[in-house]
């Protein structure tokens, strides 16, 4: 009989204590990835284990900022927020399945948000209201602008013909009339 792999130990003991777990991905690289419908429902999520280089490290994926936040505000005595998620605190590298397994459960109990421990709330509190706020409405300047002056290119400076010369004052005079009549209304 084959000896089983860390991971699919690792994969068995969680599946013994979280009955609706579902594994997401096993003994393909160093992450064992198992979706915890009862602590986070959206697919995405997963708590998992690092088992690379001998040691095994958890943490939970998860990029629900609301989730994070309610699990810190419960848990942040022992758990911390990084850039995949959640973590332990110091991400500590365990060398059994046993331990890792131990730390596991205290880890799945501080982020289950079913037993979300309300803080300083009195038992006749109001809810706070959200502060909303109106977006900032812009008036424009009234602009005072003096004629601008056009000048002509001479034709002793200017390599271009005298053709191309005037289509481009011409443009560049319907662009200040443009603005001078449509943006700048007087």
């Known amino acids: 009989m084959a000896a089983k792999s860390v991971q699919l130990q690792l994969a068995e003991s969680i599946q013994s204590i979280v009955k609706d777990s579902v594994i997401k991905k ?18 995405g999520t997963h708590l998992f284990f690092n088992t690379a280089k001998g ?4 943490g939970f ?19 911390e927020t990084y850039s ?5 605190n110091g991400n ?14 205290e880890f799945l109990q501080a982020i289950d948000l ?17 502060v909303s ?14 004629p601008i002056k056009i000048e002509s290119i001479p034709e002793n400076v200017s390599t271009i013909s005298r053709s191309q010369n005037s289509s481009k004052n011409n443009w560049y005079a319907r ?3 443009f603005f001078d009549k449509y943006i700048f209304r007087k």
């Not at 096993?26 to 697919?43: A, E, G, Q, T, V």
């Not at 500590?92 to 459960?105: L, M, Q, S």
């Open 133 to 146: 706020t109106k977006p900032l409405t812009v008036k424009p300047k009234k602009v005072d602008l003096a």
């Open 114 to 130: 079913t037993v979300v421990i309300a803080k300083n709330v009195k038992k006749n509190s109001k809810p706070k209201k959200k």
């Open 175 to 177: 662009l200040i009339l």
């Open 55 to 58: 040691q095994i490290k958890l």
């Open 26 to 43: 096993i003994d393909k690289d160093n992450f064992l990835d198992i979706h915890l419908p009862s602590i986070n429902s959206s697919k």
């Open 84 to 88: 995949q998620g959640i973590r332990l």
């Open 61 to 79: 994926y998860v990029r629900d900022i609301d989730f994070i936040n309610k699990v810190i505000l419960k848990s942040s005595k022992i758990i």
């Open 92 to 105: 500590p590298e365990f060398e059994t399945v046993e331990h890792a397994i131990a730390k596991a459960k």
